[in-house]
């Protein structure tokens, strides 16, 4: 790990802000409960420590798409290695995904979703690269908005490394 990262968003603003999306979930689902679906591999870290901070009936599932590869620049392939452990007919859900760049992803997987009549469905994402966009994709909820830059950390890799960083860099 040779790369130079310079830190964009602090541990504790990263935490701040997924408190502060709980709770707005946690009141809007406090009735109903809500099925959080997991983007692997990078949206895990975001997602469990979402769920560790709702306080309304919350059940999960995964699953695991990749558009990069090892590079930096989407490779425009959506690869699905992993679907759902099950069904999500009737069941309130949340996409949760770690970064919106390319929209090419999320455009495939909110497809792919929506025909499995669940009774809601909303995406949220930790990032949001609005500059690259390919695709468009609505969210329902953004942690926090970046430049056009690689990012790394909190679940975002860089070939497999970086992930484990407790905030947001940019490779230099």
């Known amino acids: 790990m040779n790369d130079n990262i310079s830190v964009l968003i602090s541990q504790e603003e990263v935490e701040a802000r997924i408190q502060e999306m709980a709770d707005v979930i946690s009141e809007e689902y406090k009735d109903k409960g809500v099925h959080l679906i997991c983007i692997l591999k990078g949206s895990v870290f975001f997602m469990c420590e979402l769920a560790k901070r709702l306080t309304c009936p919350t059940t999960m599932d995964f699953i695991c798409t990749s558009s990069y590869g090892d590079g930096t620049q989407s490779s425009g392939i959506v690869k699905f290695s992993k679907?759902?452990?099950?069904?999500?007919e009737g069941k309130h859900c949340i996409v949760v995904e770690d970064i919106l760049d390319s929209g090419r992803t999320l455009h495939y997987v909110i497809g792919m979703l929506e025909g499995r009549k669940p009774a809601s469905m909303k995406v949220i994402t930790l990032l949001d690269k609005p500059e690259r966009r390919v695709v468009p994709v609505e969210l329902d909820m953004t942690g926090f908005v970046v430049p056009d830059k690689f990012v790394?950390?909190?679940?975002?890799?860089?070939?497999?490394?970086?992930?484990?960083?407790?905030?947001i860099g940019v490779i230099e």
């Open 83 to 88: 679907d759902l452990d099950e069904s999500i």
């Open 152 to 167: 790394v950390g909190y679940g975002l890799d860089y070939a497999q490394k970086y992930r484990n960083l407790p905030y």
